[in-house]
């Protein structure tokens, strides 16, 4: 199986400020990476696939970079909304593995 | 628009077999576009991925839970399931289904899991 780590586990940031969250893989899987935004009580909310690409209606701070074993997400301009955790997952082969998560506090 | 809704028993008993089920609205559960599954989430913990299906017959599941986990489809009812056998309290969780977008026609890999249900809680105990 495809480990996936992600670093920090939780971070505490101003509205305004550029917040940057890594993921990494225990092996390569190209850009085959999504992330996901999961605010308490609901469902997690599909945010960038193919590890920079922006899903359709998603606020365009949210960024995505990355190939092979390590990637990133960036939220250009923090905001008040954006407080929540966010977990990568790896797509590229089964068994899908998710990130343990990075809790992001306004 | 796309929904999806888990539907089944919020409690288990221990040993017993958990049954869930996915009702797809607004979209044909026969698209060879989407694979369709199951990811869970134990109380103050993260994700974790059980299962998918494709086209109503391929299935994959977690490794960790493979010999307890059964995934199947019902088109006509437009709905999947998951059946999970010999539940522990370790699987006492937040469930949910969700439809994982292909990259092309062949579904070989996809982009990730684009819509979601709202969850179910699910709780083993006795």
């Known amino acids: 199986d495809i480990q996936m780590t992600q670093s920090p586990s939780s971070v505490s940031a101003s509205v305004g400020d550029r917040v940057t969250i890594t993921c990494r893989a225990s092996?390569?899987?190209?850009?085959?990476l999504a992330w996901y935004q999961q605010k308490p009580g609901k469902a997690p909310k599909l945010l960038i696939y193919?590890?920079?690409s922006l899903q359709s209606g998603g606020p365009s701070r949210f960024s995505g970079s990355g190939f092979g074993t390590d990637f990133t997400l960036t939220i250009s301009s923090l905001q008040p909304e954006d407080s929540a955790t966010y977990y990568c997952?790896?797509?590229?082969?089964?068994?899908?593995?998710f990130g343990p998560g990075t809790k992001v506090d306004i | 628009q796309l929904q999806l809704q888990e539907s089944g028993p919020g409690l288990v008993k221990p040993s017993e077999t958990l049954s869930l089920t996915c009702t797809v609205s607004?979209?044909?559960?026969?698209?060879?576009?989407?694979?369709w599954g199951w990811v869970r989430q134990p109380p103050g913990k993260g994700l974790e991925w059980i299962g998918s299906?494709?086209?109503?017959?391929?299935?994959y599941h977690n490794p960790s839970l493979r010999s307890r986990v059964t995934l199947y489809g019902d088109a006509s009812k437009n709905q999947f399931s998951l059946k999970m056998s010999s539940v522990t309290a370790a699987d006492t969780a937040v469930y949910y289904c969700?439809?994982?977008?292909?990259?092309?026609?062949?579904?070989?890999?996809?982009?990730?899991?684009?819509?979601w249900g709202q969850g179910t809680t699910v709780t083993v105990s006795s």
């Open positions: 969700a439809r994982h977008r292909c990259s092309s026609s062949s579904c070989f890999k996809i982009y990730g899991m684009d819509v």
């Open positions: 607004g979209g044909s559960i026969r698209s060879s576009s989407y694979y």
């Open positions: 299906i494709y086209d109503m017959q391929t299935t």
């Open positions: 092996q390569g899987i190209s850009s085959w």
């Open positions: 193919a590890a920079s």
């Open positions: 997952q790896q797509a590229n082969s089964f068994p899908f593995t």
